[in-house]
């Protein structure tokens, strides 16, 4: 199906026809991988200078880990974190597009109205919060509507589907049905890899994954270091990077839109090689 290829980030239209690498910014202490946690100023400023100098364009600032078993931060924590994080941006890349991860309403109208954040992140579909979809209505902003079962507190714990695919797909037509009824024009869809799944359960997903251009809507995939990776060839979030590649490239056979990376040269420079075997096919 060929469907919606553009988002409005800050009035302008953004294309999504050509894979965009969306580069990871966590302003937290715990997040799963060590090396992405950014904290001090100048660790912030020069994480910032490295997504913008390897070629992402879009930047998502994340304070609140959501790792399985990750402890919860308290609201007025987590905007703290992000206005710290948030100032920096805008002082080192003011012209970036910038997404917030967060599934507290509040805080996503914080970084819109505050600090002009163009995108809302929410692992949680709007599941953790009631309040979500009618603020995004008013924020009038893109909203990626992820699939996660449980919260991170419990989603590893035993996650059951009867099947997995066919769940994440009846997840996705309710809930976008419930935006648009809101009058949210601009979404894009997260199967949550990694979010209350198992091993096997990520890679039946990563085999459908094309499936899901059925909504025609655009599509994201986080998959980087993560441990459908480490866990599958028995290593560390620190030894991913290979693997992370490898799934990268087959998502963007498949159809994503949107790459959220840890490691941006290594995607962009996947995407430079998808997307020339696509132009010689045209």
């Known amino acids: 199906m060929q469907g919606t290829t553009y988002i409005n980030v800050n009035g302008s239209l953004l294309d999504l026809s050509v894979p965009r690498v969306m580069g990871i910014l966590n302003v937290t202490p715990d997040s799963f991988y060590a090396a992405s946690r950014m904290q001090t100023e100048e660790q912030i400023a020069r994480r910032v200078e490295q997504i913008r100098d390897e070629g992402a364009e879009i930047i998502d600032i994340g304070a609140y880990s959501s790792r399985p078993g ?17 100032g920096i941006v805008r002082r080192e890349w003011p012209e970036a597009i910038v997404s917030v991860d967060t599934f507290r309403a509040d805080v996503a109208r914080m ?23 009618p603020t995004i209505a008013q924020l009038h902003v893109p909203y990626v509507l992820m699939h996660m079962q449980g919260t991170p507190q419990d989603m590893q714990k035993a996650p059951r589907y009867g099947s997995v695919v066919e769940e994440v797909m009846q ?21 949550g890899f990694g979010f209350g799944k198992t091993l096997l359960h990520n890679y039946e997903l990563l085999a459908h994954l094309d499936d899901f251009r059925i909504f025609g809507l655009p599509l994201l995939v986080g998959v980087s270091r993560k441990s459908m990776v480490y866990r599958l060839l028995g290593t560390t979030p620190a030894e991913a990077l290979n693997g992370t590649t490898v799934l990268h490239t087959i998502c963007l056979m498949k159809g994503a839109n949107i790459l959220r990376v840890h490691d941006v040269r290594q995607a962009v420079e996947a995407r430079k090689i998808i997307t020339t075997m696509n132009e010689t096919m045209e």
């Open 70 to 86: 990750a402890a919860d931060v308290p609201p007025a924590e987590e905007m703290e974190r992000l206005r710290q994080g948030l």
């Open 111 to 133: 970084c819109v109205e505050e600090y002009g954040v163009a995108i809302v992140n929410d692992i949680s579909g709007g599941e953790m919060d009631d309040r979500m979809f």
């Open 171 to 191: 997840y996705f037509a309710k809930r976008v049905q419930q935006l648009r009824d809101l009058g949210v024009a601009d979404i894009v869809l997260d199967p």
